[in-house]
């Protein structure tokens, strides 16, 4: 039977544990928001130069 203490410990750590998976899950999320914004400014940038090559006719 585990004492009253024990069972303190371990609810301490198990939050600890999800304490931590908590900051590293908002850090990746964060890391991958800066790559969507970084993907969406160098998209913005491309597209106002971009200009669709003409369509060139199939040989029959």
Do not use: C, F
């Amino acid at each position: 039977m585990p004492n009253g203490n024990a069972t303190y410990i371990d609810r301490a750590t198990t939050l600890h544990k999800a304490y931590n998976i908590m900051i590293l899950l908002k850090r990746e999320a964060k890391r991958h928001q800066d790559q969507r914004n970084a993907a969406k400014r160098n998209t913005d940038n491309a597209t106002q130069s971009y200009k669709p090559p003409k369509p060139t006719p199939l040989a029959v």
